[in-house]
């Protein structure tokens, strides 16, 4: 089986909440010299991205959702050793959280998992972190390099984004952080609209974008 066909294994593992053939693949993917990094950009990562759609849509529901989400924390229980030994360090600190009034997690693990293999010291907030937490943990570490990255699958959950950068302005420490923020509804002209430095389309993407606006 030639690598490509391996990712698409992943990939459809992921959208069918298949756990056992998730680990299995997983497994498969490693013994045949596929990258930890690729196997989750190419192949996981792909398959997560369609099930955000698929909910996006009202064709799949939160019981699907969590299931999909199950396959991938379980196939990165084997990934992540693999990444940490390509590990960087001395990146600095990213605060991950999902944003107040969403309970989704589904990026935002692989967003932590993927940060923390790329040097980052991970401080997780964890899911439904209210505005004033994240702003209270950025407080804490002032002075140190630090970006905070926020993650909400709901457009309703993603409007309090610009809360947390009007809170952050208010505490006067804005120009202290970095901020990324990510998930379905997110886009550019809205990370530029509220003011924040960034945003990514998946994880690989935004452990490259979190190195580049910390340089």
Not at 157 to 172: C, H, N, P, R, Y
Not at 179 to 185: C, E, N, S, T
Request: glycine share 10%.
């Amino acid at each position: 089986m030639g690598k490509q066909e391996i990712l698409d294994k992943l990939r459809d593992t992921i959208v069918k909440q298949d756990i056992n053939g998730c680990v299995a693949a997983t497994k498969e993917a490693l013994a045949a010299g596929v990258s930890a990094f690729d196997a989750i950009n190419d192949g996981l990562a792909v398959g997560m991205k369609i099930i955000g759609e698929k909910f996006e849509k009202a064709e799949i529901y939160l019981p699907q959702i969590m299931m999909s989400a199950k396959a991938m924390n379980a196939a990165m229980e084997i990934l992540t050793p693999e990444l940490i030994k390509e590990k960087k360090e001395g990146k600095g600190t990213a605060v991950t959280f999902v944003q107040e009034g969403d309970i989704h997690d589904i990026g935002h693990r692989l967003v932590s998992t993927m940060l923390g293999a790329s040097g980052f010291t991970i401080i997780d907030l964890g899911v439904d972190v209210p505005n004033e937490k994240v702003v209270e943990e950025a407080a804490k570490l002032k002075g140190k390099k630090v970006v905070l990255v926020g993650s909400a699958l709901m457009t309703t959950s993603m409007l309090g984004q610009k809360d947390v950068i009007t809170l952050l302005k208010e505490a006067g420490i804005r120009d202290d952080v970095k901020v990324m923020f990510g998930g379905a509804p997110v886009t550019k002209g809205w990370i530029k609209e509220i003011g924040a430095d960034a945003t990514a389309e998946n994880a690989a993407e935004a452990a490259r974008v979190a190195l580049d606006i910390m340089k």
